[in-house]
């Protein structure tokens, strides 16, 4: 097979004993739409529960779905995945994989160098496991999800993807072992 | 004569720290604790800056925000900040401040000779003196008078200090941390809901800082343990609230510079938080107000809480004796303070009787009272010598300083800012909020309640009030400490000056503005308080008149014989305070001033030779290295390749769109002004799609992928805006289209194949797929798994060659790129840059970005033919128009160079050869490049009239280098009319 290659490969590591931030590679992401009115149904009887609102995420064994506009859904599976196929006919499916970079966020300081990116209400009560966030960073469209108490994944634009990994890893700046 | 010194005990300094900074390169001592000011004082440098505009001696006047005249310039080299207020600013090693606006010294100023021109300088002086004699006067004298009458100047070097942004939410803030903003912070927290304390001091309590009781000490220490104990309560210092916004959205920024920052390590100076919150209390406090007599701008002369301040904080006081003048009560604290620290103190109080409790208080600590008398000149030039008196007691007074006590301002300009105008309050005699919106309350000083234990109260109301609102409904209340007081405020409002003396009485110290320039003001017109402002500069600057409004618009109203409300006040906008640019530019600086956009091939031109350039935000490869060392060389032997060979192209930035549904052809048919309803599966359609003006928005092409799914292509610079247009119209124009719209641009890579040699060298990468003519004919696509990943082929060209676009996901870009180049080896294929792919276009006579103007119109392009008769799509209507039909409207041509030693130049202004070489002419160049089929300079242009004058000899015009050249006006098609490369 072709060889993948990162849109991250030639950025600056970050290391902090406190944070990390890191590509979180080796999903599947699959945007599905409706074009029929009982297409939720179908959706469910292939990837099981459907989030309610924009703003939570709904995880199904391996696959977690992200409600991102009326009739719209993300569907984030493992490497290999053949939820695209499941679904073909049932409604619009396009393949997004190589779109998006997936960003870990991990540890004590991730809320605060959130904050410094993203205009959202990131208190642990409010922003807790589960919450989606479709928001901005550097003026780019990027999806975050709380995937863990401290633990968020960022799914940035590829082509941004880079310039939004500068922008994280500078608000990271003062966590980082060797600034 | 003024002095001051340091008290041996007392104050919050940390004696035990002592600190040394630089003040206009000498050593300065202190003590953690103090301020640049307090230093100043404790070492008696009186004598602080120059005056704005006559360069009068001048001290520090304030303790706190509301300083005007202590303006510093802080740090050097880079780092250098001027017109910092001294007050604000924390003792600490290493600080460096130098005295501005004075040459050679504050102490020995030249420029005091403007004091001597005084008559001069009256407002209206510029206006009046520098608009003539011609046009142009002020231009020429601006640079001089803002360097004769200037505050300090900013550095050109880079700032290295970082500057951080970020966002906060919460259920209840309060602004301010005196009592009754402690207060409203406790009983808000109390009830669990998220509080922000924001407090522009580096310790919280206000007032209370300033005074010396030990019960109301205790009091805030225990408030302020209490709040740091709670979890759902954030407290920080050194964070000024600059200003309030729509939607609860508060500015606080945090000013760290006393505090390690390193920006190496990611630690920044200040902090800008945008911070929306549910409700907010205002517990902002008040600013005294000075007196206006003459002379009272001299060294010495300060705000009697100023006096108060600096003895009970800073242990800093008059040497022997103080004299204070008042209108009220409150400045017998200060008074007896003072006293208490062993200076002798006199007042002269403007009110002809006194309460018979202050009288005995004052008594008790040998304080001399005269009632009915206030100030009737200062005597002294760079400190105070004596003062005189007026008024009932007539006498004069040798002293070191001067306290005034005008009575206090609540300050009210976070409450302004959404435009609620303030309101006067008579018995405050002071300017209120003049309401509050719904979520928003007031408590203490700044609502004109200026007694401890009603503060406290109001300020724990507002705060159970405010969590209340904001969902949280149990709280216990704060109590003031057992035995707070209500202090009698019974202010005599006092405005203008007694009579007769001869010095200047200053109303905007700052802004040297006096109470002559007010009349003036007056008599000349400017009656209106903006108009007063805008006429005299009272109430500009740094300190926007926190001192000085009341006094003025009081004065003005008084002039007018109207009352103070009537007269009203100037608009409060934010900053309340100054703010460096830094803090507001924050992180956006450097490479981090706007996003950067890489294509997924970005790593591979990086490693093989690219040069980059910017288009739009993307960074495009412009030419190889392989090729030449320079754009002029490099594009010519790129262009070459393709025309004669085979070369291969990243045109990843093109826009791309997933476009699925039954409804997906008849949506296009729309869209598009020629037809595609019926474009077969397996084919690809140049299209053009109008604005709902008959204006061209973009053109790109579209294949049919299935019978309900297309994939569109657009330009890359048109990408954004026809995603969100192809939207617009599903969902508000033709919802009942069954449509899908999803973008690909980032989830597809895409390359060109371009070149007599391109199906060769795509053979050889392909060797499994037949790409012969009949199997793939031009505008046929296909999609194949190559690898284990699918390749999407679509054979089109935008040079005019033989060519194909591979498109794969951005995923396998590099490695299926790389896989073509080293399969195609023998072709002798290589890269080529956008250089190289927009010459190739204009010989082709492509239309792009630079034609595609969002203002021609498809005949102005010579598109019009396209465009379906029978069907309706976007933009039809209004195509016809008259407008758009003129047949003088500037259209596309082609251009030759008849003059081979001359060079052209895109932008070139275009005139017909009889034409006098003037104005905007019959049209321009869009696109230029030389043509190497041709060995000449071509290009692409707009012209009056368009193709009508095919064959007629022109001259493009490019002033900026008077230049000049003969050129042809010919087909925009310049090679392979026929089109047999692109089917070959």
Known sequence: MLERRSALASAKPYKSAVLTIAERPGFTLTQVAGLSPDFEAKLADVAGSLPETVARAQSNGERTLFRIGPAQFWIVGPETDDVASRLAGACAVTPLTSSRVRIGIEGAPARDVLAMLIPVDLHRSVFAPGSVALTGIHHTPVTVHCRGEDAFDVYVMRTFARDVWDAITDAALRFADDP | MTSFRRLPQGGRIQRARPVTARFDGKALGGFAGDTLASALLANDKLLVGRSFKYH??????????????????????????????????????????????????????????????????????????????????????????????????????????????????????????????????????????????????????????????????????????????????????????????????????????????????????????????????????????????????????????????????????????????????????????????????????????????????????????????????????????????????????????????????????????????????????????????????????????????????????AGASAASHAGFGKTRPVYAPEHATDRSYAILPSWSPPQGAKGKAFVDFQNDVTIKDVKIAHQEGYRSVEHLKRYTTLGMGTDQGKTSNINALALMAEYRGITIPEAGTTT???????????????????????????????????????????????????????????????????????????????????????????????????????????????????????????????????????????????????????????????????????????????????????????????????????????????????????????????????????????HVAADHAISLWEHILKAATPTGIMPYGLEALASLRIEKGHVAGLELDHRNTLDDLGLGKMAGKEKDYVGKALRFREDCQSPDRWSLVGLELMEPDKKLRGGSILFAASDEIKGHGRGYITSVTWSTELNKFIALGLYKGGLKHEGEEIIAAFPLKNEQARLKIVSPHFIDHEGVRLHA
Request: aromatic share 8%.
């Open chain 2, 572 to 806: 409060f906008r934010p900053p309340y305070a100054p703010l460096t640019m830094g803090a507001i530019a924050g992180r956006t600086v450097g490479s981090h001033f706007r996003p950067v956009r890489l294509s997924p091939l970005h790593d591979w031109h990086v490693k093989n030779g690219a040069t980059f350039i910017d288009a739009g935000l993307w960074k495009r490869a412009w030419f190889y290295s392989w090729a030449g060392a320079t754009p002029e060389t490099a594009y010519v032997k790129e262009m070459e390749l393709v025309r004669r060979g085979v070369g291969l192209a990243d045109v990843s930035t093109l826009g791309k769109i997933d476009i699925q549904g039954p409804d997906a052809a008849e949506f296009l048919n729309r869209v598009y002004v020629n037809g595609f309803a019926k474009l077969p599966v397996g084919k690809v359609r140049y299209g053009v799609m109008l604005n709902d003006d008959g204006i061209v928005l973009d053109d790109g092409t579209t294949a049919r992928i299935s019978e309900n799914q297309f994939y569109m292509t657009t330009t890359t610079a048109q990408a954004g805006e026809v995603m969100s247009w192809l939207e617009y119209l599903l969902q508000m124009q033709w919802p009942e289209l069954n449509v899908q719209v999803a973008s690909l641009t980032d989830e597809w890579a895409g390359m060109a194949v371009s070149g007599p040699k391109a199906r060769e060298a795509l053979q050889l990468a392909f060797p499994g797929e037949d790409l012969s003519n009949e199997a793939l004919p031009y505008m046929g696509c296909k999609d194949f798994v190559f690898d284990g990943v699918t390749v999407r082929l679509l054979r089109m060209s935008f040079s005019g060659e033989l060519a194909y676009e591979v």
């Open chain 2, 56 to 461: 009068r001696p001048r001290g520090i006047v304030a303790a706190g925000i509301e300083e005007p005249n202590a303006l510093f310039t802080i740090g050097d080299g880079a780092t250098t900040e001027p017109n910092v207020a001294a007050t604000m600013v924390e003792l600490v090693d290493g600080l460096v401040a130098r005295t501005q606006n004075a040459w050679p010294s504050p102490d020995f100023d030249l420029m005091a000779v403007n004091s001597l021109l005084s008559p001069l300088f009256q407002s209206g002086f510029y206006y009046k003196t520098f608009m003539g004699p011609t046009k142009g006067s002020w231009m020429f004298y601006e640079p001089f008078i803002r360097k004769a009458a200037g505050l300090g100047a900013a550095t050109d070097l880079a700032d290295p200090d970082r500057y951080d942004m970020r966002f906060a939410f919460c259920d209840v803030l309060v602004v301010g941390s005196g009592p009754a903003g402690l207060a409203a912070a406790l009983t808000a927290g109390r009830s669990g809901a998220r509080v922000v304390l924001a407090e522009q001091d580096r310790d919280f309590g206000g007032s209370l800082l300033s005074g010396s009781d030990a019960e109301q000490e205790a009091w805030r220490v225990a408030c302020v343990d209490e709040l740091n104990s709670l979890p759902n309560v954030e407290a920080v210092t050194r964070t000024t609230v600059q200003g309030l916004y729509d939607g609860n959205l508060a500015v606080l920024v945090e000013n760290r510079s006393s505090l390690p920052h390193d920006a190496r390590k990611g630690q920044p100076r200040m902090v800008l938080t945008q911070l929306r919150a549910r409700t907010i209390v205002m517990a902002t406090g008040a600013i005294e107000r000075p007196l206006v007599f003459s002379n009272n701008d001299r060294p010495g002369v300060m705000l009697a809480s100023a006096l108060r301040t600096y003895v009970n904080r800073f242990a800093v006081a008059p040497d022997k004796r103080a004299v204070i003048v008042t209108n009220n009560d409150t400045a017998y604290d200060a008074a007896l303070d003072l006293a208490a620290a062993g200076v002798a103190v006199t007042i002269a109080d403007h009110r002809a009787s006194v309460s018979a409790d202050i009288l005995s208080r004052a008594g008790a600590r040998g304080i001399a009272i005269f009632p009915g008398s206030g100030i009737f000149d200062v005597e002294g030039s760079k400190g105070v010598r004596r003062v005189k008196l007026g008024g009932a007691h007539a006498v004069t007074i040798e002293c070191d300083a001067v306290g005034m006590a005008g009575g206090w301002s609540p300050v009210v300009h976070l409450s302004s800012h959404g435009g609620i105008k303030p309101r006067y309050d008579e018995a405050a005699a002071g300017f209120v909020p003049g309401g509050f919106p719904a979520s928003h309350f007031g408590a203490g000083a700044m609502m004109g309640t200026y007694g401890l234990s009603a503060a406290i109260a109001e300020g724990s109301n």
